[in-house]
C-alpha cells in the first residue's frame, strides 16, 4: 500500500517537472517575445516550434504508449491543415471575428484527422510490428497524394470539386474562388495562429497525453503493449484502447496541422510527405521512447537547430547530420550513458557533502 | 578516464572545425563600413533537390553585382547581396526571410521557386517589403502591388507555348505529358490546354506522372504513340525530360518534342546522350549562344567565374534582376537612409515606368500586377547547342 502511494507520487511529481519546464520555456520566450528583442527570425520559429513538439508527442502516444510504429503521422496534419484551411478560406468572410473563426477551425481540423485516425485505424488494427508500420506508411502517402490532385472551389452556385484541371475548370464558373488548386495546394489563409494559442494546445496535449497514461485507460494500453497475449487473458478489450489511442493522437496531430496551415500564406500537400512523418519519428526516438517530456524537448531542438545553424552558411545541413547522429549517440550509448550516471552520481554527492558539511557548520 | 579523454579530445577537434567554418561565414560580411549599403536579399533551394536554381540565382545576382559596384554602385550606393537557403520548403522559406530582415534587408529578390516565394509574401506585406522574384513563376508568387517577377508566369508560359505551336504550324495533333505533383508543371498544363481549345488545336492524349513515379514512362508514351499525336509537349523539368527522351526512342516514338524554359539544361546535363534532344523545341527567354553583347559579355563572366552547370534561366533573370533594380533605384532615387517602406513605395511607381533591356528579353516593361510584357523566344536545339528559331 505504501509503496503504491509512493509511485503514484513519483508519476506525480515528474508530471510537475514537465509542466514546470513547459511552464518556464512559455514565459521566458513570452518575456523576450515581448520586450522585442527577440530576433526576427526566431518570432517565426515561435509557432512551428509548437506545432511540430504536438506532433511528437501526439505520435508518442502511438509509438510509445501504444508500442505501435506508425510513419505516417503527417496524412494527419495534412488532414487538420486541408479540413480547417478550406474552413478558414469559406468563412473567412461570414465569420469576422478571427479568434472565433479559428477556434472552429481548430475543431474542424482535429475532428476531421481524428475520424479520419479512426477510420484507418479499423484495418490497421489487424496487424502488427512492421506490416502495420508500411501499412501506415501507405496511408500517409495515400493521403497526400489525394490532396495532390484535388481541386476545390467556390461560386455562387456552391462548392465544386474535381480531380482534373480540365474537369475543374469545366464545373467552375469563372467569378468564383480557387480554395485548393491541385498541387499548388491553399494560398493566402489567413495567418492566424499565434504563439499563445500555439503554446496552450501544446500545453493541452501534453496535459492530457501524462493524464492518459497515468489513468487506467493507459495502463490498460501498456498492458497491451507490453504483453498482448498477458492482457488479452485479463479481459482487456485490446481494439476498443488501440481505436482510442490512434484516434486522439489523429485529432492532436490534426491540430497541429491547423496551426501549421494557419502560419503560412500558402502550404501544399508535398509539406507532409514521408520525410515530415520520418522527421517527428526522429524527434520522438530521441527523446526517449515513451517519454512525453523527452518528445516535445526533442522536437524544439531539432527543429530550431537548422535555424540556429544558418550562421554556419551552406555547411549547415552538414552540421545538423553530425549534430542528430552525435546525439543520438550520445542518448544512446551504453557506456555514455554510464559515464552520464556516474557524472550525475558524482555531482549529487559532492551536493550532498556540501549540504551535510554546511548543516555541520550551523 | 582513458575515454573520457578520447571523447574530449573529439569534442575539442569539432569545436576547432566549427570555428573555423563558422569564421569562413561570416567573411563576407565584413566589407567597406565607409560607403552607404543598401543590402538586396533573396532565399532559395541553396542545398538538397533543387539547389541547382537556387545557386544558379545567387552566382547571376551576385555576378551583376560585382560588376556594378566595381563600376561605382548606384546613387553612390554600394549593394550586397544576402541569402539564405530553403530547399524550397515554405516554413524555411518564412524564417529565412525573417532571418534576412534581422541582417538588414532592404530589397528583396523574393523567393527563388514559387511554393516559397508564396509562402513569405504575407510577412513582405506586412513589412511593406519591396520584391522582384527573378524566378518564381505561380500566379499566386507575386499577388500584392509590392511583388514583382523578371520571368514569365507559369500561366504566360502554357498560353503563349499553345499560341506558337498553333500560329507557327508547328503541329496539329497535341499530346502532353506533365506533373501532376508539380505546381509549375501542373500551372503551365492547365494554360494550355485552356489556350489550346481556344484556338482549336487539337490535344489527342493528356498523360501524367508524379513525384514518386518519374522513372518510368513506358505507359504515357504508348499512349502518345496510340494517339497518333505529331508533338509532345512537355512543360517539364529537364532531369525527368531526358529519361522520356530516353524511354521514346525506345518505344519508337518518333514525334516533334516542344518544351517551356524547365527544358533549359538539357543539353548541359551530365551523362546524358545529347542526340536524344536534336531537334526539341524550346521557348526559353534566354539562350547562352545569343549574339548580342549583353548575352556574350554575361556568358563569358559567368563562365570566368562560376561552374558552367549554373549558366541557365535562372541565373540569367537574377542578373537581370539586379539591373532591373538599379534601373528602378535610379529612378525612384532611392538611398541608404530610406527605410525599407519608403524604398517599397518609391520603387513600385518606378517600376512601370522603366523600360528594361537584358539578357532575358528587350525593351521588357512591367504592369502593376507585377508580370513583365515581354517576347518570348523559341529555339531550336541542333548539333547540341541552342538556335534562335
Same mark, same amino acid.
Given at each position: 500500500?505504501?509503496?503504491?502511494?509512493?509511485?503514484?507520487?513519483?508519476?506525480?511529481?515528474?508530471?510537475?517537472?514537465?509542466?514546470?519546464?513547459?511552464?518556464?520555456?512559455?514565459?521566458?520566450?513570452?518575456?523576450?517575445?515581448?520586450?522585442?528583442?527577440?530576433?526576427?527570425?526566431?518570432?517565426?520559429?515561435?509557432?512551428?516550434?509548437?506545432?511540430?513538439?504536438?506532433?511528437?508527442?501526439?505520435?508518442?502516444?502511438?509509438?510509445?504508449?501504444?508500442?505501435?510504429?506508425?510513419?505516417?503521422?503527417?496524412?494527419?496534419?495534412?488532414?487538420?491543415?486541408?479540413?480547417?484551411?478550406?474552413?478558414?478560406?469559406?468563412?473567412?468572410?461570414?465569420?469576422?471575428?478571427?479568434?472565433?473563426?479559428?477556434?472552429?477551425?481548430?475543431?474542424?481540423?482535429?475532428?476531421?484527422?481524428?475520424?479520419?485516425?479512426?477510420?484507418?485505424?479499423?484495418?490497421?488494427?489487424?496487424?502488427?510490428?512492421?506490416?502495420?508500420?508500411?501499412?501506415?506508411?501507405?496511408?500517409?502517402?495515400?493521403?497526400?497524394?489525394?490532396?495532390?490532385?484535388?481541386?476545390?472551389?467556390?461560386?455562387?452556385?456552391?462548392?465544386?470539386?474535381?480531380?482534373?484541371?480540365?474537369?475543374?475548370?469545366?464545373?467552375?464558373?469563372?467569378?468564383?474562388?480557387?480554395?485548393?488548386?491541385?498541387?499548388?495546394?491553399?494560398?493566402?489563409?489567413?495567418?492566424?495562429?499565434?504563439?499563445?494559442?500555439?503554446?496552450?494546445?501544446?500545453?493541452?496535449?501534453?496535459?492530457?497525453?501524462?493524464?492518459?497514461?497515468?489513468?487506467?485507460?493507459?495502463?490498460?494500453?501498456?498492458?497491451?503493449?507490453?504483453?498482448?497475449?498477458?492482457?488479452?487473458?485479463?479481459?482487456?478489450?485490446?481494439?476498443?484502447?488501440?481505436?482510442?489511442?490512434?484516434?486522439?493522437?489523429?485529432?492532436?496531430?490534426?491540430?497541429?496541422?491547423?496551426?501549421?496551415?494557419?502560419?503560412?500564406?500558402?502550404?501544399?500537400?508535398?509539406?507532409?510527405?514521408?520525410?515530415?512523418?520520418?522527421?517527428?519519428?526522429?524527434?520522438?526516438?530521441?527523446?526517449?521512447?515513451?517519454?512525453?517530456?523527452?518528445?516535445?524537448?526533442?522536437?524544439?531542438?531539432?527543429?530550431?537547430?537548422?535555424?540556429?545553424?544558418?550562421?554556419?552558411?551552406?555547411?549547415?545541413?552538414?552540421?545538423?547530420?553530425?549534430?542528430?547522429?552525435?546525439?543520438?549517440?550520445?542518448?544512446?550509448?551504453?557506456?555514455?550513458?554510464?559515464?552520464?550516471?556516474?557524472?550525475?552520481?558524482?555531482?549529487?554527492?559532492?551536493?550532498?557533502?556540501?549540504?551535510?558539511?554546511?548543516?555541520?557548520?550551523? | 578516464?582513458? #575515454?573520457?579523454?578520447?571523447?574530449?579530445?573529439?569534442?575539442?577537434?569539432?569545436?576547432?572545425?566549427?570555428?573555423?567554418?563558422?569564421?569562413?561565414?561570416?567573411?563576407?560580411?565584413?566589407?567597406?563600413?565607409?560607403?552607404?549599403?543598401?543590402?538586396?536579399?533573396?532565399?532559395?533551394?541553396?542545398?538538397?533537390?533543387?539547389?541547382?536554381?537556387?545557386?544558379?540565382?545567387?552566382?547571376?545576382?551576385?555576378?551583376?553585382?560585382?560588376?556594378?559596384?566595381?563600376?561605382?554602385?548606384?546613387?553612390?550606393?554600394?549593394?550586397?547581396?544576402?541569402?539564405?537557403?530553403?530547399?524550397?520548403?515554405?516554413?524555411?522559406?518564412?524564417?529565412?526571410?525573417?532571418?534576412?530582415?534581422?541582417?538588414?534587408?532592404?530589397?528583396?529578390?523574393?523567393?527563388?521557386?514559387?511554393?516559397?516565394?508564396?509562402?513569405?509574401?504575407?510577412?513582405?506585406?506586412?513589412?511593406?517589403?519591396?520584391?522582384?522574384?527573378?524566378?518564381?513563376?505561380?500566379?499566386?508568387?507575386?499577388?500584392?502591388?509590392?511583388?514583382?517577377?523578371?520571368?514569365?508566369?507559369?500561366?504566360?508560359?502554357?498560353?503563349?507555348?499553345?499560341?506558337?505551336?498553333?500560329?507557327?504550324?508547328?503541329?496539329?495533333?497535341?499530346?502532353?505529358?506533365?506533373?501532376?505533383?508539380?505546381?509549375?508543371?501542373?500551372?503551365?498544363?492547365?494554360?494550355?490546354?485552356?489556350?489550346?481549345?481556344?484556338?482549336?488545336?487539337?490535344?489527342?492524349?493528356?498523360?501524367?506522372?508524379?513525384? #514518386?513515379?518519374?522513372?518510368?514512362?513506358?505507359?504515357?508514351?504508348?499512349?502518345?504513340?496510340?494517339?497518333?499525336?505529331?508533338?509532345?509537349?512537355?512543360?517539364?523539368?529537364?532531369?525527368?525530360?531526358?529519361?522520356?527522351?530516353?524511354?521514346?526512342?525506345?518505344?519508337?516514338?518518333?514525334?516533334?518534342?516542344?518544351?517551356?524554359?524547365?527544358?533549359?539544361?538539357?543539353?548541359?546535363?551530365?551523362?546524358?546522350?545529347?542526340?536524344?534532344?536534336? #531537334?526539341?523545341?524550346?521557348?526559353?527567354?534566354?539562350?547562352?549562344?545569343?549574339?548580342?553583347?549583353?548575352?556574350?559579355?554575361?556568358?563569358?563572366?559567368?563562365?570566368?567565374?562560376?561552374?558552367?552547370?549554373?549558366? #541557365?534561366?535562372?541565373?540569367?533573370?537574377?542578373?537581370?534582376?539586379?539591373?532591373?533594380?538599379?534601373?528602378?533605384?535610379?529612378?525612384?532615387?532611392?538611398?541608404?537612409?530610406?527605410?525599407?517602406?519608403?524604398?517599397?513605395?518609391?520603387?513600385?511607381?518606378?517600376?512601370?515606368?522603366?523600360?528594361?533591356?537584358?539578357?532575358?528579353?528587350?525593351?521588357?516593361?512591367?504592369?502593376?500586377?507585377?508580370?513583365?510584357?515581354?517576347?518570348?523566344?523559341?529555339?531550336?536545339?541542333?548539333?547540341?547547342?541552342?538556335?534562335?528559331?
Amino acid at each position: 500500500m505504501f509503496k503504491q502511494k509512493k509511485s503514484i507520487a513519483k508519476a506525480t511529481k515528474n508530471n510537475f517537472i514537465t509542466y514546470g519546464i513547459l511552464a518556464v520555456m512559455f514565459a521566458g520566450s513570452l518575456i523576450w517575445l515581448e520586450s522585442g528583442a527577440m530576433p526576427r527570425q526566431f518570432t517565426k520559429l515561435l509557432v512551428p516550434l509548437c506545432t511540430y513538439s504536438i506532433a511528437a508527442v501526439s505520435l508518442n502516444l502511438v509509438v510509445g504508449v501504444l508500442g505501435d510504429l506508425s510513419l505516417g503521422h503527417a496524412g494527419f496534419m495534412c488532414i487538420g491543415a486541408y479540413s480547417s484551411a478550406v474552413f478558414t478560406n469559406i468563412f473567412a468572410d461570414v465569420i469576422t471575428n478571427d479568434l472565433l473563426r479559428f477556434f472552429i477551425a481548430l475543431l474542424v481540423g482535429g475532428i476531421f484527422a481524428a475520424v479520419f485516425g479512426f477510420l484507418i485505424c479499423i484495418p490497421v488494427l489487424r496487424l502488427k510490428g512492421d506490416y502495420l508500420a508500411i501499412v501506415t506508411l501507405a496511408f500517409g502517402e495515400i493521403i497526400k497524394n489525394i490532396f495532390n490532385i484535388v481541386y476545390l472551389g467556390i461560386d455562387k452556385s456552391g462548392l465544386k470539386i474535381a480531380i482534373n484541371s480540365s474537369k475543374y475548370t469545366e464545373i467552375m464558373s469563372a467569378d468564383g474562388k480557387t480554395i485548393i488548386n491541385g498541387a499548388m495546394g491553399i494560398t493566402g489563409t489567413s495567418r492566424d495562429s499565434t504563439f499563445i494559442i500555439a503554446f496552450v494546445i501544446l500545453f493541452i496535449t501534453v496535459a492530457v497525453s501524462l493524464n492518459l497514461i497515468n489513468s487506467r485507460t493507459g495502463r490498460a494500453v501498456m498492458a497491451v503493449r507490453d504483453d498482448r497475449i498477458a492482457a488479452q487473458t485479463i479481459g482487456i478489450n485490446i481494439p476498443k484502447y488501440k481505436l482510442l489511442v490512434f484516434t486522439i493522437a489523429s485529432f492532436f496531430a490534426g491540430l497541429a496541422g491547423v496551426l501549421y496551415a494557419h502560419n503560412l500564406n500558402s502550404f501544399s500537400a508535398g509539406a507532409f510527405d514521408y520525410n515530415a512523418s520520418i522527421l517527428i519519428l526522429v524527434y520522438v526516438v530521441l527523446g526517449g521512447i515513451g517519454n512525453i517530456r523527452g518528445s516535445f524537448i526533442a522536437a524544439i531542438i531539432l527543429y530550431a537547430l537548422p535555424e540556429i545553424l544558418r550562421s554556419v552558411g551552406e555547411y549547415r545541413m552538414l552540421f545538423y547530420a553530425i549534430l542528430l547522429i552525435v546525439m543520438m549517440i550520445v542518448n544512446n550509448n551504453d557506456t555514455i550513458i554510464d559515464m552520464r550516471k556516474k557524472l550525475v552520481a558524482k555531482l549529487k554527492k559532492n551536493k550532498h557533502k556540501t549540504t551535510a558539511n554546511e548543516g555541520g557548520d550551523i | 578516464m582513458k #575515454n573520457f579523454k578520447k571523447v574530449l579530445a573529439v569534442v575539442m577537434a569539432l569545436a576547432l572545425i566549427v570555428t573555423c567554418f563558422a569564421a569562413c561565414g561570416k567573411k563576407d560580411t565584413s566589407n567597406d563600413k565607409k560607403d552607404a549599403v543598401l543590402k538586396i536579399g533573396f532565399t532559395g533551394p541553396l542545398t538538397g533537390d533543387n539547389a541547382q536554381y537556387g545557386l544558379a540565382v545567387q552566382y547571376g545576382a551576385q555576378l551583376a553585382i560585382d560588376e556594378i559596384n566595381a563600376a561605382g554602385g548606384v546613387n553612390g550606393m554600394k549593394l550586397e547581396l544576402l541569402y539564405q537557403d530553403d530547399m524550397a520548403d515554405p516554413a524555411a522559406a518564412v524564417t529565412g526571410y525573417s532571418k534576412l530582415i534581422d541582417d538588414g534587408m532592404k530589397v528583396s529578390l523574393g523567393g527563388v521557386t514559387s511554393g516559397a516565394c508564396t509562402a513569405f509574401l504575407g510577412e513582405a506585406a506586412d513589412d511593406n517589403m519591396f520584391m522582384l522574384t527573378p524566378s518564381a513563376t505561380a500566379v499566386e508568387a507575386i499577388q500584392g502591388a509590392y511583388a514583382f517577377r523578371v520571368c514569365f508566369s507559369d500561366p504566360a508560359q502554357g498560353t503563349v507555348s499553345a499560341d506558337y505551336i498553333k500560329d507557327n504550324g508547328v503541329a496539329e495533333k497535341v499530346a502532353v505529358i506533365y506533373d501532376s505533383s508539380d505546381a509549375y508543371s501542373s500551372g503551365i498544363y492547365k494554360n494550355f490546354i485552356a489556350e489550346a481549345k481556344v484556338k482549336g488545336l487539337d490535344v489527342v492524349a493528356e498523360e501524367s506522372y508524379t513525384k #514518386n513515379t518519374k522513372t518510368d514512362f513506358s505507359a504515357q508514351l504508348q499512349s502518345v504513340k496510340n494517339s497518333g499525336a505529331d508533338l509532345l509537349f512537355l512543360p517539364i523539368y529537364y532531369n525527368e525530360a531526358s529519361l522520356i527522351l530516353a524511354q521514346a526512342k525506345t518505344a519508337g516514338l518518333n514525334v516533334k518534342v516542344f518544351g517551356c524554359d524547365g527544358l533549359d539544361g538539357l543539353v548541359s546535363m551530365e551523362n546524358f546522350d545529347k542526340t536524344l534532344a536534336e #531537334n526539341v523545341m524550346l521557348l526559353t527567354p534566354f539562350s547562352t549562344s545569343a549574339t548580342d553583347d549583353l548575352t556574350v559579355n554575361f556568358v563569358k563572366n559567368f563562365k570566368a567565374k562560376y561552374s558552367e552547370t549554373y549558366l #541557365n534561366q535562372f541565373g540569367a533573370d537574377a542578373y537581370d534582376a539586379i539591373y532591373i533594380l538599379k534601373a528602378a533605384i535610379e529612378k525612384a532615387n532611392v538611398t541608404a537612409d530610406m527605410d525599407a517602406s519608403a524604398i517599397c513605395e518609391a520603387l513600385k511607381k518606378a517600376m512601370v515606368e522603366i523600360t528594361f533591356t537584358g539578357v532575358t528579353g528587350t525593351d521588357i516593361t512591367w504592369g502593376a500586377d507585377g508580370e513583365p510584357v515581354k517576347k518570348p523566344i523559341a529555339v531550336k536545339i541542333v548539333n547540341g547547342e541552342y538556335v534562335v528559331m
